[in-house]
């Protein structure tokens, strides 16, 4: 499958320093978000950058990442997927990610769910 950005790309954004096949999920990911919402919207740099990002995000949420760190007391916190990761605002990567996407395109994928559910009784007409 072509994707519109590669692992290595991916890899000096999230300052990975493992092996970067590790990324190849989060960039197919983004790429089928890209390409199902932003698709006709975009021209295609703006399209890579869009999947980039989201990658970078996706990848972040996916994985425990440093949120603080501590000196005498040698302590760290870390973020992990509990913590309500589940909008791009969430992580930096998703926030560059809806900055780029000037025409709202991705705002579906992280807006929240929301519906109505009617459990009443129709009132009698009289």
Not at 11 to 22: I, M, R
Not at 46 to 61: D, G, I, P
Not at 67 to 84: F, H, I, K, L, M
Not at 99 to 113: I, Q, R, V, Y
Request: a negative charge; aromatic letters at 8%.
């Amino acid at each position: 499958m072509s994707y519109r950005v590669t692992a290595d790309e991916v890899k000096e954004v999230v300052q990975l320093e493992e092996d970067s096949d590790v990324l190849t999920p989060f960039i197919r990911t983004a790429n089928f978000l890209v390409t199902k919402l932003c698709v006709g919207t975009y021209e295609s740099e703006q399209l890579s950058l869009l999947e980039l990002w989201l990658a970078a995000h996706f990848y972040s949420v996916a994985r425990n990442r440093r949120v603080s760190e501590g000196a005498d007391g040698v302590s760290a916190g870390y973020r992990t997927p509990g913590d309500g990761l589940k909008r791009l605002e969430s992580t930096f990567y998703g926030q560059q990610a809806i900055a780029l996407d000037t025409e709202k395109c991705l705002a579906t994928a992280s807006a929240p769910s929301v519906g109505v559910v009617w459990l009443g009784t129709e009132e009698d007409e009289e």
